[in-house]
């Protein structure tokens, strides 16, 4: 996970060149919001 500020990116390495990025997102509160729907984290 990269934070930044109330934005997120989930991620994973897959080579000491590649990463894939899974979803970026945003929290609002304690709450974390893909594709504008909540995601329980």
Request: aromatic share 10%; charged share 35%.
């Amino acid at each position: 996970e990269l934070r930044v500020g109330k934005y997120r990116a989930f991620y994973e390495i897959r080579g000491e060149n590649l990463v894939r990025v899974l979803a970026i997102g945003h929290k609002e509160h304690n709450e974390l919001f893909v594709r504008r729907e909540m995601v329980k984290i």
